[in-house]
């Protein structure tokens, strides 16, 4: 009993809470009605009409192109629930990634909103792309990723009181009841099941109550009982007027009933579009009946796939249903095309093309431009607040993840005390020592090491795991990429901070290096640099690479800056042709720094437990590795310049890596 008592919290539809106006389902068995969501959409969505749609991907240097899409049309209805159905590499994602605006390079043709020329930006603000992978926090429970959410998308203009009602959770509530939801609202993402997470990914676009809800295959991974509860969600959704679209493989033949239009590519045409009870008369038109008693939806998908050899070969049959569809121009299947009857002016689609601010300049440079935010803008979508409270939200979501994530807070301080003393039982009181001189300029290059590799290593291996929640939201428009950028490194200091100053305060005492404050401080302003320099080398590395490529550039490209730091062979040993490249390495400045701050500012001469100390007088160190004339302020300068430009440099490897995916 009280194991089906549980079973049936859980279970998404809720008998008790349905409504007279609820949505009841035709054409199947379906009686089980889902609660609600009481917030109607504000207007109704625009028409939305795409026409000789091409999309075509470069294949790499000499493999030419490959055409994804071949110049398809179509026609979504404001309230629909349209299914972009069709076998697997079909183009079914490229084709909505189209429609929402996620992908704009490549594709040619025209996106027209209600008869108009599609502006991206506008269009953005009454859409909500929800993609295939649920990227969601994992370590953020429901009710902390609802309200963060909702603080992020809900308009400025929405009043105190109102914003205070979210606050008081009741819109949250409602979304979540809504989802089913609401048992789990102290349950962490990561501990959610897949049904759970693709509900959360739909409340959390939910709370700004778009118009238009794009769907990546919103049933994969779903039992055949989430999946019909899931659709039947994204029904009543688009029955109070909202349009849904979103892709699917192959429905069954209940699910199948539940779209009120479908759209069917094969091989990146469209092989059908219209209503979904008219697929059949379709068939017969055009010389392909669908046999008694079998799923049409399995049946359009068989004869896309060419697995019905007696009617023809694949291509024949594919060219046959494209003709018959007019590749999507054909509007006699529809149920009420009567929105679609208005012919449409030539110069519209013309004049979409030219005005679509989906339109990437075509020149190489123009586009590098355009995609590092340096030349005409892609992308002018706002987010809904403002900066301030983006950087204030993303700040709490950060300090949320940062106090429960083990490896990014706990393991990094950790390591760094744990390295710190074996670094100080090896180099026991070397600091000190006359004898132990050379000895100690190895413990300070080694300290270099250390403070490069784990900071860089942790953030080429943590920040592109971000990558794909950052695209989404982004995408979304919950905040701008300066926001997101600001809050990370800001989030990231507190950690890396901590762990530099225990690794410091452990390797200098134990080391016995000079017990002087001004020493000691300038030691920790060194370490400090060259830990953010190393964070800010691997935010770099991780915003260009996976993190497979990332861990092999990452100590790639430390080598070259061991060797021109002046440890194996001192500045004055190193070739002149070689020299620039020192002034490249912030190892050099480290190094230096570090060891003009223990050997430098006339430091007296060391004590000396053996018969004879060659480094007792510590000038000499200084001259032999070639560091008697540098000054200390030139390697804090060229630290903190690698930290500025390097950090800067990132931000707009990040901002192009982001563009460049669209
Ligand atoms: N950037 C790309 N480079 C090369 N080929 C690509 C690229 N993007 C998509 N494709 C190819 O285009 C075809 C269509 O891809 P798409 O993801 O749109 O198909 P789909 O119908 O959604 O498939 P599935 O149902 O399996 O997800 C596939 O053959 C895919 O390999």
Redesign the pocket.
Known sequence: MAAAAAESEDVWVKQDDVQPQQVVVTNNNLTNPSKVFSRKPIKSPPLLEFEDLKYT?P?GLRRGS?T?LKNVSGSFLPGSLVAIM??????????LDILTGYKVTGVNGSILSDRQPRVLSAFRRLSCYIQ?DDRLQPLLTTMESMTLAANLKLSIEVTAKEKQRTVNQELIMEILETLGLENHINTRASQLSGGQRKRLSIALELINNPLIMFLD?PTTGLDSSSCTQCMQLLRSLAQQGRTIVC?I?QPSASLFALFSHVYV?AE?QCIYQGANEKLVPFLDTIGLPCPAYNNPADYVIELACGESDEIGTNAEVVQKMVQGTENGRNINWFKNPDPLMVSISRSNLFASKANDDDAVPTGFFSRLLVQCGVGKRVDTAVQETSQWNQLKVLLTRGYIKTKRDTTLTYMRVLVNVIVGIMLGLLFWRSGNQGSRVMENYKLLFSILIHLMMTTMMLTILTFPMEMSILMKEHFNRWYSLKSYYISTMIVELPVVTLGCVFFTIIIYVMSAQPMEWDRFLMFLLISLLVTYVAQSIGLLIGALFSVTNGTFIGPVISVPMMMFAGFGVTLRDIPRYMVPGTYLSYLRYGLEGMVLTIYGGNRERLDCDARYCHYRYPDKLLREVAMDESEMYVDIIGLVLNVVLLRIIAYYCLRWKIKSER
């Open positions: 991907v294949l490959k994804i069709g076998p697997s590499g079909a183009g079914k994602s490229s084709l295939q295959e892709t493989h590519l990146g």
